[in-house]
């Protein structure tokens, strides 16, 4: 068979352009909220809804896959990556957003074999777009090829982060501190939208250089991993060595030049892994 998975990449977009609509209507009504861990850290009825839904219409195409989502891990699943193959999938990826109706929510799927990602889905719910990447076929917005941006000066650069839902007042501050050194290298801008998917696609559609975030989880960024992977970006660890799903540290960017003139500015801080 030539192209294993691009039947499972059609399903996965067809699940999420479903759970975008659930997203969608959810937006427009009253949402009742639960907390996770903390008052930051928010969680809805619509992120259990959506992940069920989703892995619903995959396991009846696929009873023996095996699933990493943000809800099953929340309620206390194993997140663990086989060799078996893996659908990495985050319901609702801001879900902060969503609760207060900022425009920027997005399905995130990955799928990965022998622990290799394959293909990821992005669907910006609220923007309608669908982003897609696969591996070694490019990455699309809507059908349409996307590419990194080719700047390699970092001075004409935006540059994505994000603040996280950490509130530690130790990693409050190392969090602003690179951004401060980022600003005055200087910059053209910092920006951060609230969701991680969103992040990476950005990126890999040239609309910035590069994305970093300490403390984001597996089913934040597998499809845009390969999303940028295929628009012709790298991915990194946040101290340029290298990309690893499961260290909650990651750094996309369009090319080395801009990856390592930013990481050069990163203050790190410990995170516990998501496989632990």
């Not at 941006?149 to 839902?165: A, P």
Request: proline share 3%; charged share 25%.
């Amino acid at each position: 068979m030539a192209d294993p998975w691009k039947e499972a990449m059609d399903h996965a977009v067809a699940a999420a352009r479903d759970a975008g609509g659930v997203i969608r209507e959810a937006l427009q009504k009253e949402m009742k909220i639960m907390h996770k861990t903390s008052s930051v850290d928010l969680v809805t009825k619509t992120d259990q809804k959506v992940e069920q839904l989703i892995i619903t219409a995959i396991r009846e195409k696929y009873p023996s896959h095996s699933f990493i989502g943000e809800e099953s891990v929340a309620a206390g699943q194993p997140c663990i990556l086989t060799d078996n193959p893996t659908w990495i999938i985050d319901p609702v990826d801001g879900t902060t957003n969503f609760v207060h109706g900022f425009p920027f929510v997005a399905v995130s799927i990955g799928f990965a074999v022998n622990k290799e990602l394959e293909f990821g889905v992005v669907y910006s719910c609220v923007e309608d777009k669908m982003y897609t990447g696969r591996k070694g076929k490019g990455a699309f917005c809507n059908g349409v090829k996307l590419s990194v941006s080719n700047q390699d000066d970092v001075k004409q650069s935006i540059i994505i982060t994000e603040l996280g839902s950490n509130r530690d007042p130790e990693v409050v501050s190392k969090i602003f501190s690179t951004m401060q050194k980022i600003l005055s290298i200087p910059v053209h801008g910092l920006r951060g939208v609230g969701t991680a998917a969103t992040n990476m696609c950005l990126v890999a559609s040239g609309a910035a250089e590069a994305y970093f975030e300490i403390g984001i989880h597996c089913w934040d960024v597998a499809a845009g991993a390969v999303i940028v992977k295929e628009a012709g970006g790298i991915l990194l660890d946040v101290d340029g060595g290298p990309f690893d799903l499961m260290s909650r540290r990651t750094l996309a960017a369009n090319n080395k030049i801009i990856a390592e003139r930013i990481i050069k500015e990163i203050e790190t801080f410990q995170v516990e892994r998501d496989d632990v």
